[in-house]
């Protein structure tokens, strides 16, 4: 179906896939959700490898020497690793051996392996279980992504990689002082719904939190929840929502003065507030036997109409594509206005890049890990990438001609709309793990109202403060 004011394919290609807002009106709208490493924080002990001066083999990469690369398969699945990019490596390398492994267990799986030396050349590291950067770059097992970045791109030797790609790429490609980590895909979040299921009732999206819970009474009649909660393997999907809508409700300073371990951030009248409407919602409107499901069953819940709203990404329109019914099509909703008088106006909108990529340092062939991500940012990788899993990546015109589903497109009208207004991405994830994961702990419990909201504030500002009191974590700062 189309909605009032749809963007259409080639629109979203050109904003999205073409000119991946380096120009023109678009400009800046990743590099405004994009996060930036600033003070003076300790550089990581990360490998640099020498450059050859042959622009079709930059790292003089060994055409024999086999090559490992370990793949998150959520989401996006691996096969666009298996079927893609390794048959791609392999044309460019006629003979090479590829041993390849998808997994969902990716710290479980991998970390033993970083620790122990025998390390997978390429790492997706992703999902749930994904390992701590920060603690990698500090250990020296990430290699120095900035000859990827400075080499010559595939398609036009003219060109380095970093003219080829969204600008925010290379802004979080930082971690502690060094360009590290490769993100990949350009990804949305914020409430998703079924545009189908709402065009059928002759409902609206809600744009006040009054409009919200009112609808919250009118689903609850038909039997439907307002709200689930992503339940195991995916509360972080939570804590994203109740960070976001903070800064919807404060500013995206709130965010910022999180990552940069501000005192009381965390206890800031936004945050609370945040985490006070969120866990109303899920009593009044939500269902405690949601949390022992697992997000996939959450989902699955959502597409046979139980559910109107799940916070998620942009990646959930591909993860669930085999289970989808025809008559469900995924929309985007931006968060109500909270309060009457929140600081960034209805509309506001998550949008930021993600899908990591390392190389690893101590792998067996390094070179042939950083040919590998060279291969992924051609637009022949790309393209394919958006091809096999309807998510399209930075790399700037490799969308164009790809036929892209409803709910990319829907947020891409989304992300039109909002213009400057997008709500920054959170650092704290990739800079501090460890208060991340405590995080998704805690939003599990304040969710399930065994805690309170100020309870929940006041317990992640207190491990927040051990964070920053302790001196063998590096510490990041950021401006934007």
Partial sequence: MTHPGEITRRQLIRRIGMTAFVAGPGAGLLSACATAGGGEPSAAPATSLPVSADPANPFGVDAGKPLEVAIFSGAYGDSYAKDLHEQLYKKAFPGVAITHTATQEIGTQLRPRLVAGDPPDVINNSGPKSMDLAALAA??????????????SIDDPAKKVRDTVTPAVLVNANVTGKDLVLNYTVSHRALWYNAALFADKGWTVPTTWEEFTALGETAKREGILL??????????????????????????????????????????????????????????????????LDHT??????????????????????????????????????????????????GAIQVGVGENFVVAAKGKNPQGGLEYLRIMLSKEGARSFTEKTRNVTVVNGAAEGVDLPAGLLSAARAQDKAGQNIITEARFEGWYKELFDYGTEQINVVMAGRITPEE?????????????????????????
């Avoid at 250990?139 to 010559?152: C, I, N, R, S, V």
């Avoid at 960070?243 to 910022?256: E, P, S």
């Avoid at 109107?308 to 109500?336: C, H, Q, R, T």
């Avoid at 929940?456 to 934007?480: G, H, I, P, W, Y």
């Fill in 139 to 152: 250990e020296g097992h990430l290699a120095d992504l900035a000859p990827l970045f400075d080499a010559p």
């Fill in 227 to 292: 709200f689930a909660y992503p339940g195991q393997k995916g509360p972080y999907y939570q804590l994203w929502n109740v960070l976001y809508t903070a800064a919807k409700i404060g500013g995206n300073q709130v965010i910022l003065d999180i990552d940069n371990l501000v005192d009381n951030a965390w206890n800031a009248e936004p945050m609370k507030r945040a985490v006070t409407v969120w866990v109303d919602v899920q009593t009044r409107y939500g269902d405690k036997a949601y949390f022992g």
């Fill in 456 to 480: 929940f504030c006041a317990n992640l500002q207190k491990k927040a403060d051990a964070v920053k009191q302790d001196e063998a974590v590096t510490k990041q700062t950021r401006s934007q």
């Fill in 297 to 346: 069953q959450t989902q699955i819940k959502q597409l046979q109409n139980k559910v109107l709203f799940y916070p998620v990404g942009s990646w959930i329109e591909n993860e669930m594509a085999k289970d989808k019914p025809k008559d469900f099509e995924y929309a985007i909703a931006p968060i109500p206005e909270v309060t009457g008088s929140d600081r960034m106006p209805y």
